[in-house]
């Protein structure tokens, strides 16, 4: 199957700072990237949907500014978690759409803010 | 409103048996259904996926199985193995919603197979 990384795979950050989670696809052109979020024995919630060269479309409850996205390229998308706070630790996991309509999933980056 | 569940939180199987594993959803407009494998720390991986217009859909030791009137699909992994043992999540799209929302996966909330030896 497609491709697709996360980096960092872990961060530990201070409150107050911000940290920036790249998702790219590896192997194809994905010119829509999700992000999503998954609490201890929760589903994944869907935070946001990206499309290249636009705005993300955030849902219900997730803060826009709080939670900076930009697709920049076909295949890069980043999530940047501002001014963070230990609420704000989870793990966060992006997806990529291939044209053949198939969400691919990286494999996540644990966040902790102390 | 939990339009896509998974009922079973935990499955258990002997290994070489077959698993069956369970998702009902509500949304009729839902066309598009897929079936992830997960596992601690990790992104999902994606398993097998069926369209609407089909009941069944198979890949090697995974099938799936869909009966639109009963708004139920199935994955079916025969024989099992213990490196099967994950959280599996089924998720469902609406292929045309239209507006911002379009192709957005639902997600059930995944129930925990565990095959022993």
């Known amino acids: 199957g497609a491709v697709v990384s996360q980096h960092p795979s872990r961060v530990i950050c201070k409150s107050g700072t911000s940290v920036k989670i790249e998702c790219r696809s590896l192997d194809f052109q994905a010119t829509t990237m999700f992000w999503y979020r998954q609490f201890p024995k929760q589903s994944l919630m869907l935070m946001a949907t990206s499309n290249e060269g636009s705005k993300a479309t955030y849902e219900q409850g997730v803060e826009k500014d709080k939670f900076l996205i930009n697709h920049a390229s076909l295949t890069l998308s980043t999530l940047t978690v501002t001014s963070a706070h230990p609420e704000d630790s989870s793990f966060y996991i992006c997806s990529a759409r291939s044209t053949g309509g198939v969400q691919f999933f990286g494999p996540g980056t644990r966040l902790t803010v102390l | 409103d939990q339009q896509v569940k998974q009922n079973s939180p935990s499955l258990s199987v002997q290994e070489g048996r077959i698993s069956i594993l369970n998702c009902d959803y509500t949304n009729s407009m839902f066309d598009y259904f897929l079936w992830y494998k997960k596992y601690p720390a990790e992104g999902p991986t994606f398993l097998i996926s069926?369209?609407?217009?089909?009941d069944k859909n198979e890949d090697g030791r995974f099938t799936v199985f869909l009966n639109k009137s009963a708004k139920h699909l199935s994955l079916h992994i025969v024989p099992s193995q213990p490196g099967d043992s994950a959280v599996y999540f089924c998720a469902a799209r609406i292929s045309n919603a239209g507006g911002t929302s379009y192709g957005k996966l639902t997600f059930g909330q995944g129930t925990i197979l565990t095959v022993h030896p």
């Open positions: 069926i369209s609407s217009i089909k």
